[in-house]
């Protein structure tokens, strides 16, 4: 008995991975024959239709027409109708008074204090070592230059987060306690979430015109989701036991929320509040397209005058100050670790000049903690205040803090001073330079920078926009939208997808519909090239997995508006730029996916592979990559939506299709309508590849007690 067990277990691992392999191929043959029926139908109606090829102009609603109609209405009855006299103008008003005052008080503040008051708040989530990056990271925005636009960023960020908070909390508790409300707003918090950021700026601009706060109030609209979700999670999750005794005791339902069920879910609600405030940095970038100022303007205007090296000095700071907002509110939220009085990794801590310089550290800390603590006591005492006393850092921290404004306010010296600067945009500028004098071209017209763009557009780009735009009768591109959705969901899919795609064309987008989809199936398919290898080599080796993560967590990090500055340095201005930033911008969720997937595969399946036999290239390929193909797929629907998403936004440096149109909507106010509708195809567009991936990641998911 005791030998018979192990056998026992790869061999009933090995008649399952038999059975799943024999219904893979039996899958595989369905499909394949259902493939060959559908190319023939659709080989079928394009012969008997080759004469139709683009959408007809016939055909088209004038919707554009309509919105530049009601954008010349707002402007001439901005002033007397009572919507906007009672509702928009107060709303405008009360936003643009907000974010003066804010605006104003940062500027005010002296460059000194700001630079503390940020090292100390992060000293005291994070440690020391954090407060100490924190400052220097802060010193950047004025040693290049841009102070009052980092401040000016800040203040945006600061409203319009306060304001998202302020209707994402309430909203989220009231989801908490009512399940009608929860199911409501799920359908509205679902769209909102995969809207690319650009469609927002549009009706905003209609109703509000374009300034700073038309770009708070689409912030807002964009960043709400998180903090409404997660605020109704973490109220949901707090044990039933424990709000059942708050009950017992006589609490009622308004003590209980504030007392037992807020306090408990708070570290969820701050987690919200995280990714609100790094969704409400991404779009206040892109809202530099309305005249939202700031750093995102710096780098418009310098990519605008491809002055590479201002832009990449402005991107920087930006991701300098995501880098600071994320890890600062990750620390108040709890996640993460606090490591106190260590500035360099646990790799160097051996090494002596770096432990010296933390022992002086050490003792300063340990100085000022003294300081703070007499100090505290002295002010507890003389004011009452016995919680003072319990806060020995804080206290001397906001002593110095305001001893250091008032100082500022006397002398007037408050502006950041100019002796503290530097600046590395000529050199970059130079490397633009030689890069297009020397990389764009290696060896006259081989193996260049130029090269590679050239093929990807001329073999690529080009014959797929010509494909699907005008070689190939409108009529055949929808029906095989709609059989491929029938296939993958039903008719319902089919429906829903067929209307989506026709749409393109009803709204008179369909070319540039198609030049976006040629990007989107270029850029996936370079993304899933580089992504899934990846992804199997960092499941297969816990050293590589580790030398990735830092790479893969920078470009999750980044915004994705500045990952257009470095590929212009490669590539100059066009489409193919645009392609290669959102591959980059993509690769993380293609390369983390596969190797989640690889490595949630059964240990027994594995071993049993290897039992029969199989190499570890046979067992990768037939038991790892098959079992982790939900995992993969969903990696790809990720991959999809955000190369959508990022080759719309590279319409700023050329990138043609729907993003350039949505662009000129932005910058050109006889443009809206147009602006508008291509946001409108956008979102078609958008949900259609989401629905039908979402289907085809179903399919691949097994389901329990099924097949």
């Known amino acids: 008995m005791t030998t018979a067990a192990p056998s026992a277990a790869p061999s009933e691992a090995s008649s399952t991975i038999e059975a799943r392999l024999t219904q893979d191929r039996q899958r595989r043959i369905r499909s394949g024959g259902g493939l060959a029926i559908g190319v023939a139908v ?10 139709l090829g683009g959408f007809p102009e016939s055909l088209v609603i004038p919707l554009a027409d309509w919105i530049d109609d009601a954008r010349r209405w707002v402007i001439n009855n901005q002033t007397s109708h009572w919507s906007f006299s009672f509702f928009f103008n107060p709303v405008s008003d009360m936003i643009d008074w907000g974010l003066r005052a804010v605006e104003w008080f940062l500027l005010w503040l002296p460059w000194y204090v700001v630079v503390g008051a940020t090292a100390m708040i992060a000293t005291s989530v994070l440690g020391l070592r954090a407060g100490l990056l924190t400052g220097v990271g802060v010193l950047y925005f004025g040693a290049i230059g841009l102070w ?13 987060v306060a304001i998202s908070v302020a209707i994402g909390v309430p909203v989220g508790i009231a989801a908490a306690r009512y ?23 549009i009706p905003v601009v209609l109703l509000f015109g374009v300034a700073r706060v038309p770009a708070i109030i689409a912030t807002v609209v964009y960043a709400l989701p998180p903090v409404i979700r997660l605020t109704n999670l973490g109220i949901r999750t707090v044990p039933a036991a424990t709000v059942e005794a708050a009950e017992m005791f006589g609490a009622t339902p308004r003590q209980t929320l504030r007392k037992v069920q807020f306090p408990l879910a708070l570290p969820s609600v701050l987690t919200g509040i995280n990714q609100t405030i790094m969704m409400a940095l991404s779009i206040v970038v892109i809202a530099a397209l309305i005249g939202a100022g700031g750093l995102g303007q710096v780098v418009l205007v310098s990519l605008r005058g491809l002055f590479v090296g201002r832009a990449l000095e402005a991107g920087l700071a930006i991701v300098v100050l995501a880098v600071i907002m994320d890890r600062v509110t990750h620390g108040a939220a709890g996640i993460g670790t606090r490591r106190r009085l260590r500035l360099m990794p646990d790799t160097l801590a051996h090494v002596k000049p770096i432990r010296w310089v933390e022992g002086v550290l050490s003792s300063i800390d340990g100085g000022l903690s003294r300081a703070g603590s007499m100090m505290a006591v002295r002010m507890s005492r003389k004011l009452g205040v016995e919680a003072l006393g319990r806060h020995p850092r804080k206290v001397l921290g906001g002593a110095l803090l305001l001893a250091g404004t008032l100082v500022g306010a006397v002398s007037g010296r408050v502006e950041f001073p100019g002796a503290i600067s530097f ?40 014959p797929l926009r010509e494909l699907f735009s005008s070689d190939l009768a409108w009529p055949v591109v929808v029906l095989a939208v709609a059989l491929a959705s029938w296939r993958l969901g039903g008719p319902a899919l089919a429906a829903f997808c067929t209307a989506c795609a026709a749409g393109l064309g009803f709204l008179g987008m369909w070319t540039l519909s198609m030049d976006t989809f040629a990007q989107v199936i270029v850029a996936v398919a370079m993304a899933i090239l580089c992504g899934i290898p990846l992804g199997v080599l960092a499941a297969r080796s816990d050293r590589f997995e580790r030398m990735l993560k830092p790479v893969l967590d920078f470009l999750q990090t980044i915004p994705s508006f500045v990952l257009l500055v470095p590929v212009i340095i490669m590539f100059n201005v ?7 930033a959102s591959v980059l911008y993509a690769l993380p969720a293609a390369t983390r996916l596969t190797n989640l997937g690889i490595r949630q595969v059964a240990g027994e399946a594995t071993e049993a592979s290897r039992a029969f036999g199989a190499t570890r290239g046979q067992t990768l390929r037939k038991v790892q990559l098959p079992l982790a193909a939900p995992s993969i797929i969903a990696g790809i629907n990720q991959t999809v939506m955000l190369v959508l998403a990022m080759v719309v936004i590279a319409g700023l440096v050329g990138g043609g299709g729907l993003g350039l149109e949505t662009v000129k909507g932005l910058r050109r106010t006889d443009s809206v309508g147009s602006g508008f509708v291509a946001g409108m195809a956008i979102v078609l567009l958008a949900m259609l590849l989401d629905r039908m991936l979402q289907a085809w990641t179903r399919r691949f998911t097994p389901v329990e007690g099924g097949n």
């Open 148 to 160: 009052t636009e980092s401040l000016q960023t800040v203040a945006l960020m600061a409203v319009a």
């Open 423 to 462: 600046s590395f945009a000529d050199r970059i500028d130079w490397l633009v330079d030689w890069v297009r004098d020397n990389l764009y071209e290696i060896g006259g017209t081989w193996f260049g920078t130029g090269w590679f763009s050239d093929s990807i557009t001329i073999y690529a780009v080009t």
């Open 574 to 580: 066009g489409r193919i730029p645009g392609i290669i």
């Open 179 to 201: 399940d009608r409300l929860q199911q409501a707003l799920r359908p509205a918090l679902d769209a909102m979430q995969t809207l690319p950021a650009f469609v927002y700026l």
């Open 42 to 51: 659709l080989v079928a109606v394009q012969i008997a239709l080759s004469s």
